[in-house]
């Protein structure tokens, strides 16, 4: 199971942390990564971690949000700065064996998704 929380409103330029806690399978194989959609539009892969400490960014993210793991906690975090009106979002973790990360942030193919947790960026 995953749960996704530290959603909620925001001003541009603004900073929010987004959490996503992790139970009911072994951290270690796994990598967790960040989705999200916005109203009408189709849902994006934003970041993940993986279990042997790779990370990817989405080129609409990068230089501005960080991910980041804390696995005695089976936590994965999500540093939003600098945030933007187009990064409002309904904010999904998801996981998936780390062999397919590379492939699944691509297509949405993850095993396990958490509920989401809505970020708004008002301008």
């Known amino acids: 199971q995953l749960q996704a929380s530290g959603g909620g409103l925001v001003q541009a330029g603004g900073s929010l942390r987004l959490s996503c806690a992790v139970s009911?399978?072994?951290?270690?194989?796994?990598?967790i990564a960040w989705f999200r959609q916005a109203p009408g539009k189709d849902r994006e892969g934003v970041s993940y971690i993986s279990s042997d400490g790779s990370t990817y960014y989405a080129a609409s993210v990068k230089g501005r949000f960080t991910i980041s793991s804390d696995n005695a906690k089976k936590t994965v975090y999500l540093r939003m700065n600098k945030l933007k009106p187009e990064d409002t979002a309904l904010y999904y973790c998801?996981?998936?064996?780390?062999?397919?990360?590379?492939?699944?942030?691509?297509?949405?193919?993850?095993?396990?998704w958490g509920k989401g947790t809505l970020v708004t960026v008002s301008s």
């Open positions: 998801a996981a998936v064996e780390r062999t397919r990360i590379t492939y699944a942030i691509r297509t949405g193919g993850m095993e396990y």
């Open positions: 009911g399978f072994t951290f270690d194989d796994y990598a």
